[in-house]
Structures are given as C-alpha cells and as structure tokens.
Antibody
Framework: EVQLLESGGGLVQPGGSLRLSCASSGFTFSNYAMTWVRQAPGKGLEWVSGISTGAIATYHAEPVKGRFTISRDNSKNTLYLQMNSLRAEDTAVYYC???????????WGQGTLVTVSS | QTVVTQEPSFSVSPGGTVTLTCGLSSGSVSSSYYPSWYQQTPGQAPRTLIYNTNTRSSGVPDRFSGSILGNKAALTITGAQADDECDYYCVLYMDSGIYVFGTGTKVTVL
C-alpha cells in the first residue's frame, strides 16, 4: 500500500525557516517524481514544487521561487521542502503527492500545517 | 499570470447529471494541457479522479467522466450521489514542469 506521511509543520515567525519532510512507503520511491501542493485555510489547492526521480530537475511556482527548495533523499525514501523567508501568505496545509508520468498526481499524504505568524 | 477558472459552485439533484468546467483566463484548454481532476472533502487530502483528460483513476466509479467541451476541460458526474457533495479541482500542465490548479467548484447534492 502506497503511503505518504508529511511532518515538520508548525508555527514560525515571518521571515523564519522550516523544513518539511514526506516519508514514503509501499513503492519504489526512487522511480517516481514527487511534488508539493498546499492549501491555505478556506482556500483552494495550489501547486508549489516538483522534483524529478533523480533530483536532476526541480520546479517551483512563482510565489515561492527563490525562497523554497524541493529536494529528495532516495536512500531514505523521503521528500523535503526547505522553506525560507516565510510570509503570512505561506500559511497552509502542505501535501506531498506522487507525480506520475502523464502529468498528474496519484497518491497524496494527509498534509502538515504550516502557520506563519508573529 | 495564468488563471485556471472553474465555476464557484453547482447544485445537482440526487441521480442527476452535472458538468463542471475548467478554462483558461486566456486561450483554450486542449488535451495537451493534460487536464486532471481531483475531489476533496473538507479536512481530507485530495483524491485523484481523472487524468490525461478522460482516464479514470483506479477505483473511481464510471459515473465520473472527463472530456474536452469546446475550449474547456470538463468533468461530468452522471447519477450524482450524496457522497459526491464536496469540492472539485482541475489541474493543467503548463509546460516546463509547472502546474496550475483551478479555482475549485463546490458541488451540492440536494
């Protein structure tokens, strides 16, 4: 059974940093691209970042470009999102998802809440 | 900035049919945008319904179908059931590894 489990969320002050993790199981992690999607409270889904299987290619949405970095450790079956210079508008539940060839996301974690507030 | 538009809300009767659409603020949606559709109940993670315009994800009932209608992607629910009442999001692939989610549609079954 495919499982994705996010962790690392919490309360952080504006301008601060946080690193999210997404631990995977039930599939060969190194064979799949992965992505992060977020959802602000009461708002819609927003694609954040994506990474290829071998981490050769990474992609970020404009609102987070230059502040967020997606990475992965295939030896640990884990996906990461390093978030720097956090702003109030980054407050959201962050989901990791498996990114399939064919341009869609097939399995999702349950999410971790990031709150940026003083 | 690209905006992917969806109807804010739709109401459908039990057993009825509803078609949600997914459009671009400028331009037409085609299969080359690889439209996919996701269902989300409040407080829960999204669930994948449709990908590559019209392919149902594993375990998704055949009352859900995807298509291109005119210049938009579309998700049709045929024979709506009470547990279809939730939020629906489309996603379009914009090239160069970038994706944009639609604004979402809240479906009410009553």
């Amino acid at each position: 059974e495919v499982q994705l489990l996010e962790s690392g969320g919490g309360l952080v002050q504006p301008g601060g940093s946080l690193r999210l993790s997404c631990a995977s199981s039930g599939f060969t992690f190194s064979n799949y691209a992965m992505t992060w999607v977020r959802q602000a409270p009461g708002k819609g889904l927003e694609w954040v970042s994506g990474i290829s299987t071998g981490a050769i290619a990474t992609y970020h949405a404009e609102p987070v470009k230059g502040r967020f970095t997606i990475s992965r450790d295939n030896s640990k079956n884990t996906l990461y999102l390093q978030m720097n210079s956090l702003r109030a508008e980054d407050t959201a539940v962050y989901y990791c998802a498996r990114w399939r060839h064919g341009n869609y996301f097939d399995y999702w974690g349950q999410g971790t809440l990031v709150t940026v507030s003083s | 900035q690209t905006v992917v538009t969806q109807e804010p809300s739709f109401s459908v009767s039990p057993g009825g049919t509803v078609t949600l659409t997914c459009g671009l603020s400028s331009g037409s949606v085609s299969s080359s945008y690889y439209p996919s559709w996701y269902q989300q109940t409040p407080g829960q993670a999204p669930r994948t319904l449709i990908y590559n315009t019209n392919t149902r994800s594993s375990g998704v009932p055949d009352r859900f179908s995807g298509s291109i209608l005119g210049n938009k992607a579309a998700l049709t629910i045929t024979g709506a059931q009470a547990d279809d009442e939730c939020d629906y999001y489309c996603v379009l692939y914009m090239d160069s590894g970038i994706y944009v989610f639609g604004t979402g549609t809240k479906v009410t079954v009553l």
